[in-house]
């Protein structure tokens, strides 16, 4: 790529009130960056948009709050297109932790290489290959432990991470129930993904409609969205259930602290366990993911959907159809265009 590039990116110059995204970014322009001293540079090709995004603009978590005034943080996939790193060359796909941007530049140690998987397409490892996939894969089989046999009930189950969650389940024998928002989707994780039940927590009576769905109860339960969903659950939770705490974007963009699971103390008289776990914590172990999902996908066993919103400058528009219901699987912005492949 020429030196005279132009890089785009957002920049977060305040925090986000009620998901008012759209006035606390900006869309700049600038020379792309040049990378310095053992030092490459990334053209995106994906962006990953997920809901830990709008934490990010907001406050301290897991990883500090993205400063103000500078550009805003994101996973992405790309092509390396410059290189001063010794073990890095042009042509490399990576992904990593870059920034809603056309390029970023990195010393290598928030990325890693994109494997190569036959008869897979690039854009998988946005979804079912990439963080979503290794949060579905290690919340479910570390935290929540499934056994043949068992209850599993995952919230906001058509989702990226949930409808991975559900699959995987089945595939270790187990009874699944996808909580879901409108008959669309609850209808796809019935059909084309196999899970044994779905609730729309939109309709009238759902909460009945989730006990029904669970007459022996709840062994495992994944957790994406807390608040009154949670609740519902966690009445329940069976002895030694096990629920693996991923998130709550229920509550994300709340302005006031919400209500709920208001019953946590149904753990003490179930002897249950709830652990919050971090995906970044399983990088090493990537590779146990790939082994074993990677034939599944590519088999076919578990099937994958990625909403690919196209360019850059829509990025706002896309990012908050996570906290409509407007995405159904996993959510990427496709910023340029993919390399040859051979």
């Known amino acids: 790529m020429s030196a005279t590039a132009t890089n785009r990116h957002w920049v977060l110059t305040d925090r986000p009130k009620g998901g008012n995204f759209e006035q606390v970014l900006s869309l700049r322009e600038e020379p792309a960056p040049e990378p310095g001293p053992g030092e490459y540079r990334v053209r995106t090709i994906y962006l990953s948009l997920d809901p830990t995004n ?11 709050a993205v400063p103000l005034n500078s550009t805003m943080r994101g996973l992405v996939l ?5 290189s001063n790193h010794e073990k890095v060359k042009v042509g490399d796909l990576v992904s990593g932790m870059g920034g809603w941007a056309d390029y970023t530049i990195t010393d290598g140690k928030n990325f890693g290489r994109v494997p190569n998987i036959p008869g897979l397409p690039l854009v998988a490892f946005m979804g079912p290959l990439g963080m979503t996939g290794a ?3 290690f919340g479910l089989l570390d935290i929540g432990k499934p056994k043949e046999g068992e209850t599993v009930v995952v919230s906001a189950a058509a989702g990226a991470v949930g409808s991975m969650v559900g699959q995987i389940a089945k595939l270790k024998g187990c009874r699944v129930v996808g909580i879901a928002g409108g008959p669309e989707k609850c209808a796809w994780l019935t ?3 196999g899970f044994d039940a779905a609730v729309d927590y939109k309709a009238e009576g759902w909460r009945k409609a989730l006990r029904a769905a669970c007459p022996k109860g709840v ?3 994944f957790e994406n969205v807390g608040g009154e969903v949670g609740e519902a659950v966690l009445d329940l939770i069976n002895i030694k259930g096990r629920i693996a705490f ?8 709340a302005t006031q602290p919400q209500p709920g699971p208001r019953n946590l103390s149904i753990l003490v008289s179930r002897r249950a366990r709830m652990e919050g776990f971090l995906v ?5 172990r990537l590779g146990e993911m790939y082994q074993e999902m990677g034939p599944w996908i590519a088999g076919g066993k578990v099937k994958w959907k990625v909403d690919l ?3 850059l400058e829509n990025t706002i528009t896309s990012f908050k159809k996570l906290f409509t219901g407007g995405n159904t699987g996993k959510l990427a912005v496709q910023v340029s265009e993919e390399p040859a492949r051979g």
Request: aromatic share 18%; net charge negative; glycine share 10%.
């Open 135 to 137: 949060t579905a894969y």
């Open 309 to 311: 919103d196209q360019g």
């Open 280 to 284: 970044l914590d399983y990088n090493p």
């Open 219 to 221: 062994d495992v339960y």
């Open 191 to 193: 059909g084309e993904l």
């Open 54 to 64: 709008a934490v990010w603009m907001q406050y301290d978590s897991y990883l500090p």
């Open 246 to 253: 991923c998130g709550a974007i229920s509550q994300y963009n």
């Open 78 to 82: 790309g092509v390396v297109d410059k």
